[in-house]
């Protein structure tokens, strides 16, 4: 259950997207990739899962190149959530998650035993038993992403990859959904923007700037005032407190950005 991403480069449209980017997620390890928009984390994802080939370097789960196994073979291995994908009216939550299990089907495509103690054990796990005959389309934000991360488990991946699975939840949706993944404890990478949850979820952190990695390691190794201030513009630092809970602790109020501004100009 290991994730290692060696020498990628992505071009779209022409213009370079990712440089030369390396990563790896050990087993049972959950790593979070953290930068400013438009840095190229949600293009990293989509070569991971196998929705975009790059043209350069590889991405190898469980030591094998995603792109020399059968299309079938990767799927079963990789399980993502991704934000804002539409989602088709009129199947109730127990089907949604049941897709999951497609990759794992044969040609006749039934389903067994095996897979509907998946999905019950995938909706236990989400708390999302209670939801099971629900119109998906009926459910609230935070519901529905429950839903998909059981839909996700349902697969029983070796790699779980997340892109901004908390983006609409509130604050306590979003505390028990991170909980509930370090509690699985897959193998995970996982897009995040806000970096205040990020350092409560992550064991390591990748730091993404214009395309290539800046930054690669434990959180507090990561996260230093100058990536802080280079790379996210804001003047602040990451301590661990005295209740071994990591924080980011702000400098100046960040809402006065000229102050940051000025900051790195003198
Ligand atoms: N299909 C595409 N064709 C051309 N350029 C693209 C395409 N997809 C993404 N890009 C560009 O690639 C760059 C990286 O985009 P990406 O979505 O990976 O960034 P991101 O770090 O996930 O951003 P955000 O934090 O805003 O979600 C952006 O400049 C984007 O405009």
Sequence with gaps: MRLSVD?????????PILRDVCLEVGPG???GLVGPN?????????????????????????GDDIWTL??????????????????????????????????????????????HEAVDRALDQC???????????????????RVLLARAL???????????????????????????IRAIGTTTLAVLHDLDLAVRLCDHLVVLQQGAVVAAGPVLDVLTPAVLRDVFGVAASADR????VVRIVYAADPLALHLVERAAAG
């Design 241 to 244: 407190h005295a209740d071994g």
């Design 7 to 15: 020498q990628l480069d992505i071009t779209l449209d022409r213009r």
């Design 70 to 115: 059968p299309a079938r073979a990767a799927a079963r291995r990789t399980a993502a959530v991704l934000q804002d994908v539409g989602h088709a009216t009129g199947l109730c939550v127990r089907e949604i998650v049941a897709l999951g299990r497609t990759p794992h089907h044969g040609l006749l495509g039934r389903d067994g035993p095996e897979d």
């Design 29 to 31: 390890e959950i790593v």
């Design 154 to 180: 349902a697969q029983r991946p070796h790699l779980l990859v997340l892109d901004e699975l908390t983006n609409h939840l509130d604050i306590r949706a979003r505390f028990e959904l991170l909980s509930l």
């Design 38 to 62: 438009g840095s190229g984390k949600s293009t990293l994802l989509r070569a991971v899962y196998r929705s975009l080939r790059p043209e350069g370097g590889a991405v190898r789960v469980d």
């Design 127 to 145: 708390g999302a038993r209670p939801l099971a005959d629900r119109d998906f389309a009926s459910l609230s934000g935070g519901e529905r992403q």
